[in-house]
């Protein structure tokens, strides 16, 4: 730090200070560059100490009074200032001095900008329906990957135990506890998963989450009268718990976020909190354990003829079939039905020669998840969650990639079953390769393997991990994650590795100089240097080859980091914060790469001149100590994408 740099909480004091105090300020916002105050009594604030204070770039006093701090600094020295205050941004100020600082606002405040960040980069997309629904699915699951990861490896560790166990290569009477311990662990997840996904599949929904917890747990039928269990409708069975799995528990609470949000709409205000959860629980959980059940019941009992007629015809295709179609039943919860095969097939046998086979699923989520890491190695996202779900997969737990990597793709949820279909087939062809109890798959699984066979399951998991490598690898990229991998290669391809940069001009218009524009702080180039066009229509074009650092949740800014370091601020009009981001449709995110031939966004220019508010569209140099020489070369009438400045880095 320097020597006369203040901190976050002494610059915050500084300027409530000589903005009149805090009694002097009634609330604080900011926009990607400054602190917008609304004042009390102007006559409070002394400007010129204001502009004194280290840390103030400049300060401009029109209906808020705005301090420039400058981005990445910005927001903390906002939070910083409502954190003494004890509210939130937007929040009025207590009227009576400093109110005691909550622990929990700071972590509260960036909760909320998150949201909002997701919530604007999420009405920008136009999904289809399908990957509107498989990206529903990944928000659900997302946030348990690292429970998935944690529990998965105690659970990979405790069923390699365990079988070392069964098969006599541990004494039982040493290593039972600690067995027990895991399993302990690993079933605090693992066994009540469904009330988690219900949970979060509310907050995707907009349900209430406790509710959606409820709905979750339902499927576990506790509470059920074992002496007169109640019926599947289709069948005449009794139900059994779990019928309905993950994606029932999902619709279900789809349906209930439907019925909730449509009972606060007609349920007076002072009765709501009784009747809406009541009646919502009562419809939604009959339709789930009357319809949704029962029917995941029925097209389990038809899954169960077809294993036999599989099972019948034996061989590689059997493998094949079986390995192919497991992913699917675990998505619908409907694999418990195969345990008492398993069962039985050890009871008449001594092993179950199905398990291995259905084992293979697993294993070509594994191969599927290292061709995406392969083909989409500059997703960061992607290949940070593939990283974290592979240990787990490869000891046997699959739902971390199912759910977190390749059914929210989609297609490559397709290769990787194909991939599990041809280990099957492996080791179908080989016959008689059986386990001796039942445990998680995998490497896991290992141990368990009957009569020295355990060669031809591993030749089985090699199998499906090639498949499901090389069907994902040439057939199961999504064509989005390919243009954005393509799209990165450009953008490699096209940066500068020198220390130059090329800025071009943003939009169809006039390009001029920063000193014409109306807003002084840009005139008196207190945020950098730069330039601003005049556009002529919406479309807005990327000023530099680059990533895209932060898209601000009022859309009306854009940061983006060269390859040799120059911060560039695409600032869309001005005093356009005040508009809420209607205005701006923005096609970019925060982490993607683009070149000056991305549309950033489309700006809505007669909404924005209707609202009182300036169109220029300001491109600034925001970290000038980077910049050795910079050159306007050009201005006057442009088309967009044209090189306008020239900029040499330090």
């Known amino acids: 730090m320097a020597k006369n740099e203040l901190t976050l909480e002494e610059l915050a004091k500084r300027i409530y200070e000589e903005a009149g105090g805090m009694d002097n300020v009634e609330s604080i916002v900011h926009c990607m560059t400054r602190v917008r105050m609304k004042i009390k009594n102007d006559e409070l604030v002394d ?32 939070q910083q200032m409502v954190d003494l205050a004890g509210v939130k941004l937007g929040e009025k100020l207590p009227e009576h001095g400093t109110a005691e600082h909550s622990a929990n606002s700071g972590k509260d405040l960036v909760n909320e900008r998150a949201q909002a960040m997701k919530a604007a980069q999420k009405s920008k997309q136009k999904p289809s329906k399908i990957k509107s629904i498989l990206k529903d699915i990944s928000n659900i699951f ?13 659970a990979g560790i405790a069923a390699v135990l365990a079988n070392l166990v069964t098969a006599g290569n541990l004494d039982a009477a040493t290593w039972q506890q600690y067995i027990d311990v895991m399993n302990i662990l690993k079933n605090g997840m693992f066994s009540y998963l469904v009330i988690y996904t219900g949970i979060n599949a509310a907050q995707v929904f907009g349900a209430t989450p406790t509710l959606g917890g409820v709905i979750g747990a339902v499927v576990m039928l506790t509470g059920m009268n074992p002496e007169a269990p109640l019926k599947n409708l289709f069948t005449g069975e009794a139900l059994a718990a779990g019928q309905g799995g993950i994606l029932g528990v999902i619709f279900a609470v789809w349906l209930l976020s439907i019925v909730e949000k449509k009972l606060h709409k007609v349920i007076p205000d002072s009765i709501d909190i009784i009747v809406t959860p009541t009646l919502s629980l009562i419809a939604i959980g009959l339709v789930e354990i009357f319809l949704i059940m029962p029917l995941a019941g ?9 294993i036999d007629w599989v099972l019948n015809v034996g061989g590689a295709f059997a493998g094949f079939v079986l390995g192919t179609l497991f992913l699917p039943m675990v998505m619908f919860g409907l694999h418990q039905i195969l345990t008492p095969i398993h069962v039985q097939m050890i009871d008449e046998t001594g092993r179950t020669l199905l398990l291995p086979i259905l084992a293979m699923a697993g294993a070509g989520q594994v191969g599927a ?14 290949t940070e969650m593939i990283k974290g779900a592979l240990p787990v997969g490869i000891l046997g737990i699959g739902e971390p990639l199912i759910y977190g990597v390749t059914l ?7 290769t990787a079953c194909i991939g599990g279909g041809i280990g099957g087939a ?9 386990a001796i109890a039942i445990g998680p798959s995998g490497a896991a699984l290992i141990p368990l393997i009957s009569d020295g066979k355990w060669w031809g399951y591993v030749l089985g998991l090699l199998a499906a991990y090639a498949g499901g490598f090389v069907a994902t690898f040439f057939f199961g990229i999504p064509k989005e994650q390919l243009e954005k991998e393509a799209l990165a290669d450009e953008t490699s391809d096209n940066v500068a590795t020198t220390n130059e940069v090329v800025l071009t001009a943003v939009a169809d218009g006039t390009v001029m100089s920063l000193e014409e524009a109306s807003d002084p702080v840009f005139a008196q180039k207190m945020m950098g240097e730069g330039f601003f066009v005049e556009p002529t229509n919406g479309q807005i074009y990327s000023p530099v080859a680059g990533t895209v650092q932060s898209v601000f949740p009022t859309k009306h800014a854009i940061g983006i980091t060269t390859q040799n370091g120059i911060e560039v601020l695409l600032h869309m009009g001005i005093n356009t914060v005040d508009l809420g981001g209607a205005p701006f449709d923005v096609k970019v ?5 683009v070149t000056t031939d991305t549309l950033v966004a489309n700006a809505d220019l007669d909404a924005i001149k209707a609202a009182g508010k300036e169109t220029s569209m300001m491109v600034l140099l925001t970290n000038m100590d980077h910049v050795e020489n910079f050159v306007l070369e050009k201005t006057g009438e442009m088309k967009a994408k044209t090189a306008v400045m020239d900029v040499k880095t330090v």
Do not use: Y
Not at 142 to 154: D, H, L
Not at 426 to 434: D, K, R, Y
């Open 47 to 78: 400007t010129e100490k204001l502009k004194a204070i280290p840390g103030v770039l400049g300060v401009v006093e029109d209906e808020q009074l705005q301090v420039i701090i400058g981005p990445g600094k910005v927001n903390k020295v906002a």
């Open 142 to 154: 997302v946030p348990m990957i690292p429970a998935f990861v944690g529990t998965g490896i105690v």
């Open 298 to 306: 029925f097209i389990s009992d038809g899954m169960v003829g077809g």
């Open 369 to 382: 998840a290292l061709a995406l890491w392969i083909r989409c190695k500059k997703d960061k996202e992607l």
């Open 408 to 414: 929210p793709l989609g297609r490559p949820f397709i």
């Open 426 to 434: 492996v080791i179908g062809m080989i016959g008689n390769v059986g």
């Open 589 to 593: 995110t925060e982490g993607q790469k």
